[in-house]
């Protein structure tokens, strides 16, 4: 697959990259069909914010669903999901008190 990359302010790459696989049974994996841009990302193009060479670049997106680890209950093959900037488990200590 591939991936918009940071090498460093001012440059990025498309690299093409391993396709993601389920590791944990509590996993989903989606396909974006349209991805935002965060004024997070801006801040790591401009170099205004730490960005270590070799990660991607984008983490806002509208997705399908075309994977689910085992114990994923709540969503199913082919289900559209908006795909927070916030990393949540959602069951966490942290994620239930919001």
């Given at each position: 697959m591939r991936q918009l990359?940071?090498?460093?302010?001012g440059k990025l790459e498309?690299?093409?990259v391993p396709e993601s696989?389920?590791?944990r049974p509590g996993e989903a994996?989606?396909?974006s069909i349209v991805v935002g841009r965060?004024?997070?990302?801006t801040g790591y193009v401009r170099g205004l914010a730490p960005l270590a060479t070799g990660?991607?670049?984008g983490h806002e997106c509208i997705a399908e669903v075309?994977?689910?680890g085992d114990e994923v209950t709540a969503f199913k093959l082919g289900d559209r999901v908006v795909v927070s900037h916030q990393i949540c488990c959602g069951t966490?200590?942290?994620a239930v008190a919001g």
């Open positions: 990359t940071f090498i460093k302010p498309w690299w093409d696989k389920i590791r994996i989606v396909r965060c004024d997070l990302d990660n991607a670049i075309v994977d689910l966490c200590s942290f």
